[in-house]
């Protein structure tokens, strides 16, 4: 029988007392406790900073050692969600950013107990079925979709703009992390190295991750030149050629999951896609589209959770806009001048229910899948680095198998400045 996953606040206490992770108590009551956190783009990063947060992902069950590729900043992410969702902790101070010492306290307050918490009990499936949303909508018509993404008709004679692609990232090592760059005058640009990224004739390139009742069961990287479809498992539902979009095949769940009440719900929700969920891109934005009988929603959200509020994706030929690259590049410009909000490019997608809500978290939910333009998260995390001391050389953003660029850092504002006064974004957005 399969060993269930741990609640992380009994787990937390047990690491806290054992000391062997890294983090421990600050007081006789056992109520504060040390947490190290050094930013993972610092070239002194150890093995042994990250140690608790691979812990975690070992017991959650998220990592498997010597199956999974290693992901030191995923288990961060992940950790400090499981943490953040207890209303029975807080931080109390965050010194992350501290040169010597990078790490943050928090303290346990009273009524902690986790055993009976309704978040980390499992929900019941009586009324599942009726809120899935599997069956033909009105307008449905029988025989294959023929879809083809067409441009919004407020951009026709717009100038394309696919969304760049900087690669996958590889695997963890220490010593090939960036370290934060500082703080120079802007440049004088007479090229922008940030241009080809618009190039009309380049793929795009995003990372796929699907979570079966919130476990992830899947992660691939992969490049596309006219978007892609999320379509259900076997060789049937990617052989829809006519249809632009490469497909790609969600898992069988009962290869991943040993409750198999879940997985045939879950196996009726995949089998419901159809055609898919169609991604795309058209001038500035990316749009969405659902091909085939399975109700979706989306949000604009974080690395490690959906948005708080998701929308319906649409049956409409042109789709709808779920992503906006003015408003990325502006925010991104908003990030380096000290803004503490981070831009959003992450795109979360729940497939055959409505979106998650407080009683009902994305984590309890059949099929979850989250879509990452790689490039942008790239230019993101050197933007992440902005304040450090030493990147003053260029660095090598591979965007292809066969196109790559080099940047340095320390001039990302410019760059970014410069290409948001230059290019006329086609929706008026203010630069």
Request: glycine share 8%; charged share 20%.
């Amino acid at each position: 029988m399969a060993k269930s996953k741990p609640l992380i606040l009994p787990w937390l206490r047990e690491q806290l007392d054992s000391g062997l992770l890294g983090a421990h108590w600050l007081n006789e009551e056992r109520t504060l406790f040390f947490i190290p956190w050094k930013h993972g783009l610092r070239e002194d990063l150890q093995e042994e900073d990250f140690r608790i947060f691979q812990a975690w992902a070992v017991a959650s069950r998220s990592y498997r050692p010597g199956i999974d590729v290693p992901d030191p900043a995923t288990w961060k992410r992940n950790f400090r969600a499981a943490l953040d969702r207890k209303r029975n902790l807080r931080v109390v101070s965050n010194h992350s950013r501290d040169r010597h010492n990078p790490h943050k306290i928090y303290e346990f307050l009273p009524g902690d107990g986790e055993g009976g918490s309704p978040e980390d009990q499992e929900d019941p499936f009586q009324d599942l079925m009726k809120t899935l949303t599997l069956q033909p909508p009105p307008d449905f018509q029988e025989g294959r979709p023929q879809w083809r993404p067409q441009p919004c008709p407020r951009h026709e004679g717009a100038h394309p703009m696919p969304t760049v692609s900087l690669g996958c990232p590889p695997a963890f090592s220490p010593n090939s992390v960036l370290e934060q760059p500082p703080q120079t005058p802007e440049p004088a640009l007479s090229s922008n190295p940030l241009m080809p990224l618009f190039a009309s004739d380049l793929p795009s390139e995003y990372e796929v991750t699907a979570f079966y009742r919130g476990r992830q069961v899947f992660q691939k990287c992969l490049s596309c030149l006219r978007g892609l479809r999320l379509v259900g498992p076997g060789p049937e539902a990617e052989a829809c050629t006519e249809l632009e979009g490469t497909p790609l095949g969600l898992p069988e769940p009962s290869s991943h999951l040993s409750d198999r009440r879940v997985a045939h719900y879950i196996s009726r929700v995949l089998g419901s896609l159809g055609a898919g969920l169609a991604l795309w891109t058209s001038q500035t934005e990316l749009r969405v589209q659902r091909l085939g009988h399975c109700g979706a929603y989306w949000a604009l959200g974080g690395q490690a959770s959906p948005g708080a509020t998701g929308r319906e994706v649409t049956k409409n030929r042109d789709g709808q806009q779920v992503f906006h690259s003015p408003r990325f590049i502006n925010d991104l410009i908003a990030f380096l001048d000290g803004s503490h909000r981070s831009p959003q490019y992450t795109l979360w997608f729940c497939l055959g229910e409505p979106w998650p809500t407080e009683s009902q978290p994305w984590t309890k939910k059949l099929v979850m899948v989250k879509v990452v333009p790689t490039a942008l998260r790239a230019l993101h995390e050197m933007a992440q680095a902005g304040g450090a001391s030493s990147l003053q050389e260029e660095v090598d953003l591979h965007i292809s198998s066969s196109l790559s660029l080099s940047l340095a850092p320390a001039r990302l504002h410019g760059y970014l400045q410069e290409l948001a006064h230059s290019m006329q974004w086609e929706s008026g957005a203010p630069c």
